[in-house]
């Protein structure tokens, strides 16, 4: 019976330490402000806040492609494009 206390104590505190680990390094998703497309071009908007509270937009832009039946996104364009 002792042994058995000792091994459901073991569980228990394994168990605790591993779940308070791994809701702290968790991190939150971050969703983007707007997003547009037209055609084969897509514009994602993100709106990023610095340490002092001020706000500044970053805008990626992508090309989207089908290749062997597969949609891909790319961020590298030539000259034509």
Do not use: R
Request: aromatic share 18%; charged share 25%.
């Amino acid at each position: 019976m002792k042994t058995f206390m000792i091994t459901i104590s073991i569980i228990t505190w394994v168990a605790f330490n591993c779940y308070s680990q791994d809701t702290s390094s968790k991190k939150e998703i971050k969703k983007p402000k707007a997003a547009y497309q037209i055609g084969y071009a897509k514009v994602t908007v993100w709106d990023n806040k610095t340490k002092d509270w001020n706000s500044s937009k970053v805008y990626q832009i992508e090309k989207l492609y089908k290749k062997d039946g597969i949609w891909y996104a790319t961020n590298f364009f030539n000259e034509s494009e």
